[in-house]
């Protein structure tokens, strides 16, 4: 592939990581830091992308699934196919955050319409599809948005879990929220998917979880070297403008950092933990409560304690700036 060697060299990767590429699904809800997840996939050749599928999150599922389209033609991989899945949660209704995301979730940027149209089975049929067709422990996804479409999987096709070789996942919070003082937006858009999730055993899963994913921040600097070193890179920094999630380090793009992490696991460092969602009360809707003791030393579920941002943000320019893979 071009440039392998030489963007495995700017981040500091082994070679033996980029001559293997993971079989990636991403479950997304375009979203802001989604598109920045999209971007980063799409420019990491230590990734084979398989399709994408979208949820009904931070606005509703036509948008998401319009954002996925249009955001593959921009990157010039719009033979990657889009299927549309959930419009809502398995038992709450529709949610959005939109006073983060903008009206149209990208920050009000202006997508060119896609060529290409949305497949015409349902996400977790497809989803299903992709699964049987490769072996056991065969593909990985990524779940950045909330986990609807992933618990519909798991309860109609239970026989596929060993198929998948990890889930990667941002949701949940070991902290405070960022959609009400407990909860975290994802799980607090669909509690019972999340629990149901977060609850299946033997499936491997790594967390990122929202005291992790905030410190995943873009400053001013790094958002104007992204600008400069691409058309890819101007059209996120157009985005991220727009992005009304703020820190004083930057602008944490809570996604991406799910991404950065299939393509250098090195990048994070993880326990063992199991986590329970609150379903049942409305004032406590989907807190997370996690337990790291010896209880969970032996668990599937492996959550991110610490990660380094540093060669995270390197990681993301060098991605945004070289090749698209697979053009
Ligand atoms: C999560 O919620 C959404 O706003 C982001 O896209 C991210 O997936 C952060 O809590
Ligand atoms: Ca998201």
């Not at 699934?65 to 990657?80: P, V, Y």
């Not at 999987?153 to 003082?181: H, Q, Y």
């Not at 937006?185 to 629990?195: L, M, V």
């Not at 991110?304 to 053009?327: C, H, M, N, S, T």
Request: hydrophobic content about 45%.
């Amino acid at each position: 592939m071009p440039n392998t060697e030489e963007q495995t060299r700017q981040v500091g990767l082994s070679p033996a990581t980029a001559v293997k590429p993971t079989r990636l699904i991403i479950d997304c809800d375009p979203g802001i830091d989604d598109a920045v997840s999209i971007a980063l996939a799409v420019g990491s050749p230590e990734l084979e992308i398989l399709g994408i599928t979208t949820v009904a999150g931070n606005v509703g599922i036509q948008e998401t699934t319009t954002n996925a389209l249009g955001l593959l033609a921009a990157f010039g991989r719009d033979e990657i196919p889009v299927a549309a899945g959930a419009h809502r949660g398995l038992v709450r209704t529709k949610a959005d955050h939109r006073f983060v995301h903008g009206e149209n979730g990208i920050g009000g940027v202006d997508l060119a319409p896609a060529r290409r149209t949305v497949n015409s089975e349902h996400a977790v049929d497809f989803l299903s599809n992709i699964l049987s067709r490769h072996g056991p422990r065969s593909v990985t996804i990524a779940a950045i948005g909330p986990l609807t479409n992933i618990a519909m999987l798991l309860a109609l096709r239970p026989e596929l879990i060993d198929n998948i070789e990890e889930l990667v996942i941002m949701g949940a919070t070991a902290g405070g929220g960022n959609i009400t003082p407990v909860a975290e937006y994802n799980t607090w858009a669909d509690p019972e998917a999340a629990q149901r999730v977060f609850t299946t055993v033997g499936l491997k899963i790594r967390l990122l979880e929202l005291q992790i994913t905030r410190r995943a921040t873009v400053d001013q600097g790094v958002v104007a070297t992204m600008r400069a070193e691409s058309p890819r890179g101007d059209l996120l920094a157009d985005m991220i403008d727009g992005y009304e999630d703020r820190t004083p380090d930057g602008q944490p793009l809570h996604d991406a950092l799910a991404i950065a992490a299939i393509v250098d696991p090195t990048l994070i460092e993880t326990r063992p933990a199991s986590v329970e969602v609150n379903t049942h009360s409305d004032s406590q809707r989907a807190e997370t409560v996690f337990d790291f003791g010896p209880a969970a030393a032996n668990s599937n579920l492996q959550v991110a304690v610490e990660f380094d941002l540093k060669r995270f943000r390197e990681l993301l320019i060098a991605r945004v700036a070289g090749p698209v893979q697979g053009e």
